[in-house]
């Protein structure tokens, strides 16, 4: 119990208490607290165990940067793991608990593993698992219990999430002293100002530090920035981390409205994803300090010193009774005139340079024990805390004990945001940082991000002592990667800043090395005998700190996830309680089971009610094009592969579309609805796709045609009826004229309803499709209904229309038409126009695509038994794939099987017999090579 | 999101387009097959500038030709395929 609650200060509400839990036990705090803080008050310093390890950990800093001290919070589906306990504020009802330990945080197995065995070096998974199959099964399980970060939420997220867009003249990143001064100025000249802040208040480094701005008390020029920036309207967000820079200036914000685990009220959302668009970005984020590297810098009880003066100005909580602080820079001296100032006695300050002329240091010397030339080697201390620690002074050992080692290795600017928009780095040699230099896209960084911390060489303090115990001098603290991690892979050969990363974790965690990278960079680099920035950077990738899943999906999770697109007649299926089938964003009836009819039992008797008697199917999804102008049929003849210039007016045709490279891209008909006037259809699925080849069509190839194209997909909705009785049916609704002829149109009424009428056959029997507009084909299929019960009649799904035209050996977009087969493949050249002015006819004429030899052609299979769909077709089981099936299905009226595939050579293999395997269904048919028509091939039954 | 300036509807963000092709793989109708194998194969794929057809689907619906840097995803000009070159 080192750490403790100073009488005053901080911007914490002492006249409230919270109550909330840790791993169980009952802990109190004030508004305004963290979670780490308020668990440093009470004494706490073990917060949980190192992810590889199993090494104690306690708080480390005091910001988003905390690689030791994560947590896991909340309840159920609101649990979130790997919580930064110095980034999360405490509310009544907090639910924390530690992570990586196991039966419990004081009593961890995993640690043993630490303590005995040895250390599992960079590389070792590699090393010991790899082509040795048997021994990774054997030790995965322990290795499976042991390593990881925190656990996932076993139930759904129950919270919501909304997606926010805005626009703003200048967007200002980071509301420290910096940020807010460039946000007055912005706002002054009148400009549309966003303030962004991740923390609960704004004033970043001001709540910090206790040294007078512009003449003012921190928190006083804080209250007075505030009150203008309210009175000139500009907009301010807290609790909203910039978490991405995209392109063309548009950054994204993860804003919190609540802290993670905890409940909103009633219909609130609990996090917010911004999208700004700003004509210009200030970065104000700061910087971020970084560890020293000795041994055991990882023991709870080593601090970065400025999160110590924070813990001690900011939130009143003086985290030791004795202290010492390491540095190799001015700016930790602040810390031990604070930790003094608040009655923690300060042993010694141990600064690893030779002097410093700086007034700090003087004022410094005067009242604390300064020693120059001083370097920590190792820290002493376990899960309960710090005894001490050993250090080199001048040459000379030395040791001392304490219970807090604030440490110091100098700052590092946060530069992620001006990276990810492309900007790049320049190295101050003196200092040892990174800062921003070109700025990419209408990006300034100021302040500490900007780098330049004057009188600095904090460069020192990126070179661990020699004669360090580099085993056990962590870098990246998260992912338990030591300076000699580092030294093993470049001894291994690796030389790329990202090989090394990658082999070593370093950098990986969900911290993303904000504290580690450019120490571990610094230790590669002293390896290579090269400058840092020779070295290279790693990537910096969005998001700055982890968001939760929930806030990327916003409202688009479970039945928002996409939208639902519903066809005209789509309640009156309903009614009907169809199987659905999803057809892209359609939602299609698949069968209509009756009694208990399965899928294939109700397809079955729909199949057999269309060859026998009539059915209707609803097809209001097929792509519909209506094409118009004088250049009508020019400009058709471009996008059909099939001859369409002399198709009578009233008259319509198969035809199929190529992509430029000449294989079949999509099939339909084709139909001549007035003088210079066509209907095109295209399949459901790739109606979008069609709609914007037809505007490249027009825009692109062949601007100078006169022709318009309207997308009439949703305006004619549309019930295909087919069936020897379909004449019939029809007969009983549309006057005698009114029925056209096969492959005709006319237009009549049924039900009172202006309809378009097709006769066209996919099933292979005599059939008809009416068109109607949108909502008005509901009396169309109602009729219908009413017209073909006594006929035997009803309606049927897609499974049954899949089975009709398999018999019938149609082709289909994405089953046969499978963006490899030419038309040659699909036995469609003989209808290929001969003129060849389409798209795709120059790729088509190239050797390979006219050349039979090799080439998968469709073909039939014939069976006594189901053939399984997506089989592959062998001579013997096992044996290498010749081809493969398409679409399978039972005879409608006669015995067997039949199935359409692809067979390399098909065409030429008639009567052979091949087995279809399917290895992962372990089925497997005997099939006959046979033509791909097995119904009807003379078309007798759908023509007059 | 690259915001791009569609000559008809002004600013709109990326969401609302389409990238459709550089434009040295526009085939001609007419092409050879020797031509269509080049265009459609053996293309740049440039390092920095290119020209681009991008569509403002969301939009206006019309092709657009797009002068943009594949690095920094500049955009230096946006032009309908009738604007005067
Ligand atoms: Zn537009």
């Known amino acids: ?944 | 999101m690259q915001l791009i300036a569609c000559p008809h509807c002004g600013p709109r963000a990326q969401a609302e387009f389409e990238f459709d092709r550089a434009v040295d793989s526009v085939l001609a109708l007419d092409a050879s097959p020797a031509e269509a194998v080049t265009r459609l194969y053996e293309r740049e794929n440039p390092k920095g500038w290119s020209w681009e057809l991008w569509r403002h689907s969301a939009g206006c619906g019309v092709f657009l030709k797009l002068h943009r840097h594949t690095v920094t995803h500049e955009i230096a000009e946006v032009s309908r395929l009738d604007a005067a070159p």
């Open chain 1, 1 to 944: 119990m080192t750490g403790s609650r100073t009488g005053q200060g901080g911007i914490i509400d002492r006249s409230r208490t919270i109550r909330f839990t840790f791993d169980g036990k009952l802990y109190h705090g004030h508004p305004g607290d963290t979670l780490a803080s308020a668990l440093l008050a009470e004494g706490l310093v073990l917060f949980g165990r190192s992810f590889k390890y199993h090494r104690p950990r306690g708080v480390m800093s005091a910001g988003v940067e905390e690689p030791n001290a994560l947590v896991g919070v909340g309840i159920g589906g609101r649990f979130e793991p790997n919580t930064r306990a110095t980034d999360l504020f405490i509310y009544e009802g907090l639910v924390a608990e530690s992570q990586n330990r196991w039966p419990s945080l004081s009593f961890d197995l995993g640690a043993v593993i630490g303590l005995f065995g040895r250390f599992v070096p960079a590389g070792f998974y590699y090393k010991a698992f790899l082509g040795k199959p048997g021994l990774w099964t054997f030790y995965e399980h322990f290795i499976r219990r042991a390593a990881g970060l925190g656990r996932p939420p076993v139930k759904p997220d129950p919270d919501h999430y909304e997606h926010r867009a805005a626009f703003c003249d200048v967007l200002v990143v980071g509301a420290g002293p910096a940020g807010l001064s460039a946000a007055l100025s912005a706002s002054a000249a009148g400009e549309r100002v966003m303030l962004v802040e991740q923390d609960i208040a704004v004033g970043g480094g001001l709540h910090r530090e206790s040294e007078d701005i512009e003449g003012l008390p921190g928190q006083a020029w804080i209250a007075q920035a505030l009150t203008t920036l309210t009175g000139r309207g500009v907009s301010m967000l807290t609790r909203t981390t910039a978490i991405g820079y995209w392109d063309h200036d548009m950054v994204t914000l993860a804003q919190k409205l609540v802290e993670p685990g905890q409940v909103p009220e009633d219909g609130q959302v609990a996090q917010r994803l911004w999208r700004v668009r700003a004509k210009r970005v200030v970065l104000a984020t700061g910087a971020i300090e970084r560890p020293l590297p000795f041994a055991n810098n990882d023991r709870p009880g080593v601090m970065l010193a400025q999160a110590v003066r924070t813990y001690v100005n900011r939130f009143g909580v003086v985290p030791g009774a004795r202290a010492v602080v390491a540095t190799c820079n001015d700016d930790a001296y602040r810390t031990a005139f604070a930790l003094a100032d608040a009655g923690c006695e300060v042993v010694a300050i141990l600064d690893s340079r030779s002097e410093s002329p700086s007034e700090i240091v003087k004022a410094a010397a005067a009242r604390f024990n300064v020693q120059f030339d001083a370097q920590v080697l190792e820290a002493r201390g376990g899960p309960g805390g710090l005894t001490g620690l050993a250090a080199r002074l001048g040459g000379q050992p030395l040791s001392l004990s304490c219970d807090l080692l604030a440490v110091s290795g100098g700052v590092s600017p946060v530069a992620h945001l001006h990276m990810q928009a492309g900007g790049t780095l320049n190295w101050n040699e003196t200092t040892g940082t990174f800062a921003p230099d070109v700025p990419r896209q209408n990006q300034v960084t100021v302040g500490a991000a900007a780098g330049g911390a004057e009188g600095n060489s904090s460069a020192l303090g990126l070179t661990a002592p020699t004669g360090v115990d580099a085993r056990h001098s962590f870098v990246d603290f998260q992912n338990d990667v030591t300076l000699a991690d580092i030294d093993l892979a470049w001894q291994e050969g690796y030389r790329s800043v990202e090989h090394v990363k990658r082999y070593t974790t370093l950098g990986m965690a969900t911290d993303q090395g904000k504290t580690s990278n450019i120490v571990g960079l610094a230790r590669l680099a002293a390896l290579e005998g090269r400058p840092v920035p020779q070295v290279g950077l790693t990537t910096f990738r969005p998001p700055y700190t982890p968001v939760t899943l929930g806030l990327l999906a916003g409202h688009a999770t479970g039945k928002h996830l996409a939208v639902v697109r519903r066809p005209p007649l789509y309640d009156l299926h309903l009614e009907q309680q169809p199987l659905w089938l999803p057809s892209g964003h359609w939602m299609r009836p698949r069968a209509y089971p009756r009694g208990d009819e399965t899928l294939h039992s109700a397809a079955m008797r729909e199949a057999r009610t269309v060859r026998q008697a009539v059915g209707w199917v609803d097809v209001s999804t097929l792509g519909k094009f209506e094409i118009a102008g004088p250049d009508a049929a020019a400009f058709l003849e471009r996008v059909c592969a099939t001859t369409v210039a002399r198709l009578a007016q009233g008259r319509g045709r198969y035809t199929f579309m190529l992509r430029e490279d000449g294989i079949v891209m999509d099939d339909g008909t084709v139909w001549r609805i007035g003088p210079e006037r066509y209907l095109l259809t295209s399949s459901t699925g790739g109606a979008d796709r069609m709609a914007h080849h037809l505007a490249y069509v027009r825009q692109v190839l062949a601007p100078e045609l006169k022709v318009a194209i309207a997308n009439v997909q949703e305006h004619w909705a549309g019930i295909a009826v087919a069936g020897p009785k379909a004449k019939t049916l029809l007969a009983r609704m549309v006057p005698d004229p009114g029925i056209p002829r096969h492959m005709s149109l006319a237009r009549s009424k049924i039900a009172g309803v202006p309809v378009l009428i097709l006769a066209a056959s996919y099933s292979g029997e005599r059939a008809f499709e009416i068109y109607a507009a949108g909502t008005d084909i509901i009396p169309v299929w109602q009729a219908l209904v009413a017209q073909g019960a006594d006929l035997g009649g009803s309606a049927y799904g897609l499974e049954a229309l899949e089975i009709l035209r398999i018999e019938k050996g149609h082709v289909v977009v994405g089953g046969e038409i499978d963006g490899r087969a030419t038309p040659h493949d699909l036995r469609l050249h003989r209808m290929l126009n001969p003129a060849a002015p389409f798209i795709g006819a120059p790729a088509l004429q190239r050797p390979a695509l006219q050349s039979s030899a090799g080439r998968l052609r469709m073909v039939g299979l014939e069976s006594d038994s189901p053939i399984p769909e997506g089989s592959m077709l062998v001579s013997t089981m096992p044996g290498t794939p010749q081809g493969h099936v398409t679409g399978a299905g039972q005879r409608v009226l006669q015995k067997g099987h039949v199935a359409l595939g692809f067979l390399r050579d098909g065409d030429e293999r008639l009567g052979e017999q091949l087995m279809a395997w399917s290895p992962t269904r372990n089925a497997s048919a005997r099939v006959t090579i046979v033509d791909p028509v097995f119904y009807d091939p003379e078309g007798r039954r759908y023509r007059d």
